[in-house]
């Protein structure tokens, strides 16, 4: 959908598609930290802001969320499974997975 500096690589008017129809069909969501922002409708600038804004994609029915290219600061990798959150290290990455039981 975009990136920071480039901005929107789709059209802005395909952003509630992406939100109301899209994403409750995905089993996995794999945004950006500025695509996750969009389609949440939150800012990102913390490692709470960014498991809130896991939470909302979940909220939709996506078991899994894995937010990459987090600008956030360099404390590692976050990795969730149901309620449970891991920090690791990968390729220096940052990479937020955070996945649900149904």
Not at 3 to 29: F, K, N, Q, T
Not at 51 to 74: C, F, N, Q, W, Y
Request: hydrophobic letters at 40%.
């Amino acid at each position: 959908m975009g990136d920071y500096g480039p901005g929107m690589y789709v059209p802005e008017s395909l952003l509630p598609i992406y939100r109301e129809r899209i994403l409750p069909l995905a089993d996995v969501c794999l945004p950006n930290q500025f695509e996750a922002e969009l389609l949440t409708d939150r800012k990102i600038s913390t490692e709470s802001d960014a498991l809130a804004a896991m939470r909302d994609l979940h909220a939709k029915g996506i078991r899994t969320v894995i937010l990459s290219s987090a600008e956030l600061a360099p404390s590692g990798d976050l990795v969730s499974s149901g309620e449970q959150f891991w920090h690791f290290l990968c390729f220096a990455i940052y990479l937020y997975v955070c996945s649900v039981k149904k």
